[in-house]
């Protein structure tokens, strides 16, 4: 051991910025009583994979949250992690601790969110993450009828990609995070899932190509609405996603050409509307602002669904105005039909490509 962790100095990791470890010495003392933050540091860091996604969750400068962590470890008397450059793994103490620091936060958020109720007509913000699709066609009807019984709540809502949500959920930013659960890994972790409606991928064409009933469409279509089917519209989600997406293209329309990439559903279903080509794309993301899916048509396809739930902290789902707010949103994703999607054309179904 060099000397100045011996000393409990600060010393550089590999990225250069100091960390602050505490020393033996120092360990064996208890410094102080736990505090709350340093147990919501604790869980934030033991549920991420570095530092530094850790202090982006709770909104903090790296250096505060070492330091932080070094007051614990001081007071529990004992190392909580092993460091590893950037990388923290929990001792055996760790180990022991997370799940009774869970409990605790567990409590405390329920203590905070029960006495909510008694806040003497106070208006309460109900903090909402989601992804675009779900937020323009799922939660205004939700708001719509929550209103009814809870007039005093208003809404922050904020549109995000499927793992900023989840960020968000951990970082205790949000209480409630409409996505796919299918596209974030790990996604159960510490929340409960309310199944809302699973959203089928479609392919989307302009309203000028039908492919109803078409078997061969070389052959079948005209020479610019083959040009047009073979006009790509595809997305950068991530890697995995992307070769999927790839291959599907390439199996069944291999003199396919990629003409735009996008990073939104919607963008890209904007541009087959403008009859610059074809996409694949969940069905919610094609309804417009009007409810409708004018000037596109959409077809079945062989992929799983999107399955769209509500992630929310256990305790939420006992507690008002969250658990109307969940139950209504359940109701709304149940009645409200996706329009308009056609059956599979023969061309698409004689092949089974892989999921995308």
């Known amino acids: 051991?060099?000397?100045?962790?011996a000393n409990g100095r600060p010393r550089r990791t590999s990225s250069?910025?100091?960390?602050?470890?505490?020393?033996?010495?120092?360990?064996?003392?208890?410094?102080?009583?736990?505090?709350?933050?340093?147990?919501?540091?604790?869980?934030?860091?033991?549920?991420?994979?570095?530092?530094?996604?850790?202090?982006?969750?709770?909104?903090?400068?790296?250096?505060?949250l070492s330091q932080q962590l070094g007051k614990l470890e001081a007071n529990v008397g004992t190392l909580l992690f092993n460091r590893r450059s950037n990388e923290m793994e929990l001792t055996e103490a760790g180990t022991y601790l997370l799940p009774k620091v869970e409990q605790v936060l567990r409590t405390i958020?329920?203590?905070?969110?029960?006495?909510?109720?008694?806040?003497?007509?106070?208006?309460?913000?109900?903090?909402?993450a989601g992804i675009n699709s779900v937020l323009r066609v799922l939660l205004p009807k939700a708001i719509a009828q929550l209103q009814a019984h809870f007039p005093e709540v208003d809404f922050?809502?904020?549109e995000s990609a499927p793992g900023e949500i989840l960020e968000l959920l951990y970082g205790r930013r949000v209480n409630v995070g409409l996505l796919a659960a299918n596209s974030v890994a790990q996604a159960g972790v510490g929340f409960v899932q309310?199944?809302?409606v699973e959203d089928p991928y479609v392919l989307v064409v302009p309203k000028t190509l039908a492919l109803d009933g078409l078997t061969d469409p070389k052959t079948q279509l005209s020479p610019e609405q083959w040009t047009t089917l073979n006009r790509s519209i595809q997305f950068i989600f991530g890697s995995q996603q992307a070769n999927r997406v790839a291959d599907w293209?390439?199996?069944?329309?291999?003199?396919?050409?990629?003409?735009?990439?996008?990073?939104?559903f919607e963008t890209a279903v904007g541009l087959v509307r403008a009859g610059a080509g074809i996409c694949l794309a969940p069905a919610l993301a094609?309804?417009?602002?009007?409810?409708?899916?004018?000037?596109?048509?959409?077809?079945r396809v062989k992929a799983p669904p999107r399955r769209i739930v509500a992630m929310v902290p256990s305790q939420y789902r006992r507690v008002e105005p969250y658990a109307t707010l969940l139950?209504?949103?359940?109701?709304?994703?149940?009645?409200?039909?996706?329009?308009?999607?056609?059956e599979t054309p023969p061309w698409l179904s004689t092949e089974t490509p892989g999921d995308f």
Not at 249 to 264: G, K, M, N, T
Not at 328 to 341: C, H, K, R, Y
């Open 286 to 299: 094609t309804i417009g602002v009007d409810g409708h899916t004018d000037e596109v048509l959409l077809y």
């Open 327 to 342: 139950d209504v949103l359940q109701s709304v994703s149940q009645t409200s039909a996706i329009p308009g999607i056609r």
């Open 249 to 264: 293209y390439d199996q069944l329309l291999p003199e396919h050409s990629v003409v735009a990439q996008c990073r939104s």
């Open 109 to 128: 958020n329920e203590l905070e969110d029960g006495l909510g109720q008694f806040s003497g007509g106070e208006r309460l913000t109900l903090r909402v």
């Open 156 to 158: 922050d809502i904020l």
């Open 194 to 196: 309310v199944p809302l």
């Open 1 to 5: 051991m060099d000397d100045d962790r």
């Open 16 to 64: 250069g910025k100091e960390e602050t470890r505490p020393s033996p010495s120092a360990l064996s003392k208890k410094a102080g009583e736990l505090t709350l933050h340093q147990l919501r540091i604790f869980w934030a860091v033991a549920r991420s994979e570095t530092l530094t996604k850790a202090a982006k969750q709770l909104g903090l400068a790296q250096p505060s």
